[in-house]
């Protein structure tokens, strides 16, 4: 099976490919979709243009992607929520299935504690994907969110192993 992970945002959205076989993951590849333009339609539109695309390449079976978390900032929040909308679309309007997470059900799968900090995500990912360096800090994160995925995915297995 492959995974497609998902971490949305307005500027700078990751993502992450993984395959599980069994117990098994392996990664296939991960990256940042930079939106570009300044009206808030033209960034959504860049980040639904690259997103499609990575989805067109990895053909992934199922994807991933992370809840919006309420920060103070309510217009910020909004469109963080619209990001994520687009984030959700491109996978359904491939036919996938889309499972949602909240960001300390990521943490807490792939780190073991829900609080972890994003030194400690890429770190983790690192070492259940046999010494990958994500592209970045957004890619480590989405990376994060297919594996939580493909953890909650296998009915509960309780360990997901790396292969090289």
């Known amino acids: 099976m492959r995974v497609l992970g998902i971490d949305p945002g307005l500027r700078c ?6 395959e ?10 991960d990256g940042e ?27 992934p079976d199922t994807a991933a992607v992370e809840q919006t978390f309420v ?19 491109v996978p359904a309007e491939a036919g996938l ?16 504690v829900g609080h972890a900090d994003k030194r400690q995500i890429a770190h983790m990912v690192g070492v259940q994907l ?3 360096r994500p592209s970045g800090a957004d890619a480590a994160d989405a990376l994060a969110i297919a594996i939580c995925h493909a953890h909650h995915s296998q009915g509960g297995a309780h360990m997901l192993r790396a292969v090289s």
Do not use: F
């Not at 599980?20 to 590849?29: E, I, N, Q, T």
């Open 13 to 18: 959205t990751g993502w992450g490919v993984i």
């Open 20 to 29: 599980v076989d069994g117990s098994r993951l392996r990664h296939v590849a």
């Open 33 to 59: 979709c930079r939106s570009q333009g300044d009206a808030l339609s033209a960034r959504l539109l860049s980040i639904y243009q690259q997103l499609a695309q990575v989805l067109a390449m990895y053909q």
């Open 71 to 89: 920060n103070r900032d309510g217009a910020s929040t909004l469109k963080l929520g619209q990001a994520r909308g687009i984030a959700l679309l």
């Open 97 to 112: 299935s889309v499972g949602e997470y909240a960001p300390n059900t990521v943490k807490k799968t792939v780190v073991g």
């Open 130 to 132: 046999a010494g990958v």
